[in-house]
């Protein structure tokens, strides 16, 4: 019997696949590498003072919960060293792409000889429907077990070459990615595609989530500031943020609203999405990153869809 190691996108899924008694181990991946800085070497030191930093920073992480939910599950997954096949559950949106890249990028440095299997939910059938791992039924969860798609060498390095990318001081290497077909990711195009819309839009200087929260705000006529978030949470296309994302974001935002209960922006908020503001030279950090990439460093031309470097 070979035996398996399952590693999964978020906690609320391993519960899952812990009540369906699969065989091999669960290891959950408890980061999201699509926010703030990344170092290519995945699992280093350097990497996880990195992360910590960025987390502790912006999300009041402590080094406590860092160490008990980040690193001891890490340290299991390095411990996990006799497994035949490691499979990866993982989804269509950004937040999971991201961090598949880099959970593939150390396996390909760490279990060299392993066989990489891949489960990677988003259109399901034959609506326009993106799944999430969670809204799969137990046997649809089954099936797709059955079907995973077991990685090449090629694929490998395929997705260890995009993340040292995605770690690079330059996006433009990103948008200049083609030959997606050739690899087993099917979502990977859209998700990068995704990612280089977050840097600030040369017509106002918000990226395509900012500019999507004010057009929500305006729109929705939300009662509370929990309504907008709900309303945020549900239609959110490639993104798969949760709830602590968007709240960096609203807080970043807060000078464009009127008041958050209910929901109304300012004249100002107004005018910056219409375009007739620009908001880069106030939310301008220079120390806010994506990635390996400086955020404030580089425009998006939405019009042409291409990055552009200041």
Excluded at 17 to 22: A, M
Excluded at 71 to 98: A, V
């Amino acid at each position: 019997m070979s035996s398996q190691l399952h590693i999964t996108n978020g906690d609320s899924f391993t519960q899952r696949l812990k009540k369906l008694k699969f065989k091999g181990d669960i290891i959950t991946w408890r980061e999201m590498l699509c926010e703030g800085k990344t170092e290519t070497s995945v699992g280093s030191e350097a990497f996880w003072k990195t992360r910590f930093e960025f987390l502790h920073k912006n999300y009041n992480v402590s080094k406590s919960w860092f160490v008990e939910k980040t690193l001891k599950e890490y340290r299991s997954l390095c411990n996990h060293k006799q497994q035949d096949e490691i499979i990866l559950w993982f989804e269509y949106d950004l937040f999971c792409q991201i961090n598949m890249l880099a959970v593939i990028s150390w396996l390909k440095t760490h279990r060299r000889h392993v066989q990489i299997s891949l489960i990677c939910t988003g259109y399901e059938d034959e609506s326009n429907h993106l799944y999430g791992l969670n809204e799969l039924s137990d046997d649809q969860i089954q099936e797709q077990l059955k079907s995973r798609v077991t990685l090449s060498q090629n694929d490998i390095e395929y997705a260890d070459y995009v993340w040292q990318l995605y770690c690079s001081d330059n996006p433009i290497r990103l948008e200049n990615l083609s030959d997606f077909d050739m690899y087993q990711f099917t979502y990977l195009e859209d998700a990068l595609k995704t990612h280089l819309r977050r840097f600030p839009a040369i017509k106002n200087g918000l990226n395509e989530i900012e500019n999507r929260v004010l057009q929500m705000a305006l729109e929705s006529k939300a009662p509370s500031k929990k309504a907008l978030m709900g309303a945020l949470l549900q239609d959110q296309g490639w993104y798969g943020f949760g709830d602590t994302q968007y709240e960096r974001i609203l807080k970043n935002l807060r000078p464009l609203f009127h008041s958050f209960n209910p929901v109304r922006l300012s004249k100002k908020g107004k005018e910056i999405l219409e375009n007739k503001d620009n908001y880069y030279a106030t939310l301008r950090d220079t120390e806010a990153y994506l990635g390996g990439a400086l955020k404030y460093n580089y425009l998006y031309n939405s019009e042409a869809g291409r990055i552009l470097k200041l």
